[in-house]
């Protein structure tokens, strides 16, 4: 569960200062896929960040399961985005020196798993998104498509609670756009995974349990459950 209480999040101070999120309550199932839309500049990508602990928050609380993010120093964030939750950006940010196979091992390796066992998860990873066949190839030898299928594969090889995804198929045709949505679906589907995405595609919305929708930092409608 994902609970959220009364969050407010400015850039800039004093007179500069301009509200991002404004007074933000909300909860999230365990197991849930929610999209979150709004018009752009929003507060979206924001809301994302914030409850990801990758930005701090000014005023508020926010909760993933019983831990309480708002009291976690960055180094236990750190390691709570690490064990607990897995990223999808619309910009993929895959390491070009490496490997598909190496950058989906990343996240285990950086938990200090052997370097044998995250290579095996890692393989398996890219077994689940369909490009065994490309675990040796560089991202430059990928397409955008398969590069944001290894992607996933990097954000669910620790097998995560929660995926985070900003516009992953932003940057996708929409052949690679469909296969994204297909996978995201199927982790909240097949593996119980909540997952949370920031998204301008309707079909990507449609999938999802709820739609959250936001205008000028607030949120505007929570949405009707899904079964
Ligand atoms: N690092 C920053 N410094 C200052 N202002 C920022 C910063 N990041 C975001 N903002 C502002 O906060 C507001 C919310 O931005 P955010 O990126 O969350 O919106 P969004 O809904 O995700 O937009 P988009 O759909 O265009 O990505 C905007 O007015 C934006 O200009």
């Known amino acids: 569960?994902?609970?959220?209480?009364h969050l407010t999040k400015t850039y800039g101070q004093g007179n500069a200062a301009?509200?991002?999120?404004?007074?933000?309550?909300?909860?999230?199932?365990?197991?849930?896929?929610?999209?979150?839309?709004?018009?752009?500049?929003?507060?979206?990508?924001?809301?994302?960040?914030?409850?990801?602990g990758i930005e701090t928050l000014d005023e508020g609380k926010v909760w993933i399961g019983n831990v309480a993010l708002h009291e976690l120093k960055e180094q236990e964030l750190a390691q709570l985005r690490l064990e607990r939750m897995g990223f999808v950006f619309q910009a993929y940010h895959l390491v070009p020196v490496l490997t598909a196979w190496e950058n989906v091992s990343l996240?285990?390796?950086?938990?200090?798993?052997?370097?044998?066992?995250?290579?095996?998860?890692?393989?398996?990873?890219?077994?689940?998104?369909?490009?065994?066949?490309?675990?040796?190839?560089?991202?430059?030898?990928?397409?955008?498509?398969?590069?944001?299928?290894?992607?996933?594969?990097?954000?669910i090889v620790g097998r995560p609670a929660i995926i985070w995804a900003d516009e992953p198929t932003g940057a996708l045709d929409s052949e690679s756009a469909e296969q994204v949505i297909g996978l995201l679906d199927m982790l909240h589907k097949h593996d119980g995974t909540t997952v949370v995405t920031v998204t301008h595609d309707s079909s990507i919305a449609q999938k999802a349990n709820r739609i959250i929708r936001m205008h000028n930092g607030r949120v505007l409608d929570h949405g009707l459950v899904v079964q």
């Open 1 to 5: 569960m994902i609970r959220v209480e």
């Open 18 to 52: 301009a509200y991002a999120l404004r007074d933000i309550s909300l909860e999230i199932a365990e197991g849930e896929s929610v999209a979150v839309t709004g018009p752009s500049g929003c507060g979206k990508t924001t809301l994302l960040h914030v409850l990801a």
């Open 107 to 155: 996240p285990l390796t950086a938990r200090g798993f052997k370097a044998s066992d995250a290579k095996k998860q890692a393989m398996e990873a890219l077994h689940r998104v369909g490009l065994s066949d490309k675990a040796r190839r560089y991202p430059s030898e990928l397409s955008g498509g398969q590069n944001q299928r290894v992607a996933i594969a990097r954000a």
